[in-house]
């Protein structure tokens, strides 16, 4: 099947192309420290000579107890991005949790984001659908990789081709996900971009009673073995401090170890590429 290419500024999401990058941290927590934190990853992914997206969340609807931190105002965090986007030049993904946010996300978002327990909400993949943007869909814990086909189908509806599939693990018992590579393969088969979502993938969920837990030592390892299926990109939430963050800490990277962990994964994904080069031509590896 042909694969579509989501162009986003000067990001090209392809599976048969180089990876590109989705990261920052679980929340706003601050202004400032998000600002010192878009900035720093922008240096590190500049230096590597890779494509990035900056990842922005305002508001974690989901969260476990409703004493946690959720974010900040949704009108602050827009004025915020939008300026914050400009001085870096650098293109942002906003999740969105409500259709009636969808067009107000869309006016500084450059990919609108449907959160995993969302996926199934028809008005909001419509409302995201209908902005125009490209449309990063998460597939939900509870959801099989064969019934994106419908997902799809929705926003195909509006006329919105730009679709992004992304995997982060599937329900495994009470408390824990599991990844299952083969649906990797199988949304793939849509012909849509896939990204692989290594640092939710890899969540405990409400494992630490009032907060889910995780287990960031498996995210790279579980980057790698999706890497090496050639798809169109890696999602990661990182934290300068993990230990001290508002919301997923345990499974998000430290912000220093991002450039090594890209490193090795744009390694493997050229040694997939070539690989993926070679079946082409007929050879069987």
Same mark, same amino acid.
């Given at each position: ?92 993904? *906003? ?56 997902? *799809?189908?929705? *926003? ?130």
């Amino acid at each position: 099947m042909t694969q579509t290419t989501v162009r986003v500024k000067n990001a090209a999401f392809s599976n048969d192309a180089p990876l590109v990058y989705i990261a920052g941290p679980c929340v706003i927590e601050s202004l400032k420290s998000y600002a010192a934190e878009a900035v720093k990853l922008k240096e590190m992914f500049a230096g590597l000579g890779t494509a990035f997206v900056l990842k922005a969340s305002f508001d974690k609807a989901n969260r476990t107890s409703h004493s946690a931190f959720r974010g900040i105002p949704i009108e602050t965090a827009l004025d915020f991005l939008r300026d914050l986007k400009n001085r870096l030049d650098v293109p942002v993904l *906003i999740d969105v949790h409500e259709p009636s946010q969808a067009a107000r996300v869309a006016e500084v978002a450059d990919i609108v984001q449907v959160p995993a327990f969302l996926c199934r909400q028809t008005d909001l993949i419509i409302a995201c659908a209908e902005t125009g943007r490209a449309v990063n869909v998460k597939k939900g814990q509870f959801l099989a990789p064969r019934d994106m086909g419908n997902i *799809i189908a929705k *926003i195909e509806s509006r006329g919105n081709r730009n679709i992004l599939l992304t995997e982060r693990g599937s329900c495994f018992g009470y408390g824990d996900l599991v990844v299952d590579m083969r649906g990797i393969e199988l949304m793939k088969g849509f012909g849509y971009p896939v990204i692989f979502d290594c640092t939710h993938s890899v969540q405990k969920p409400g494992a630490l009673g009032k907060a889910t837990g995780g287990d960031v030592k498996l995210a790279l390892p579980l980057a790698k073995a999706a890497a090496a299926l050639k798809i169109a990109g890696v999602f990661f939430e990182a934290h300068p401090n993990p230990a001290r963050a508002l919301s997923d800490g345990p499974n998000s990277l430290r912000l220093d170890a991002v450039p090594a962990a890209v490193n090795a994964l744009n390694q493997i994904d050229r040694l997939a590429m070539k690989l993926k080069k070679s079946e082409v031509k007929g050879l069987r590896v």
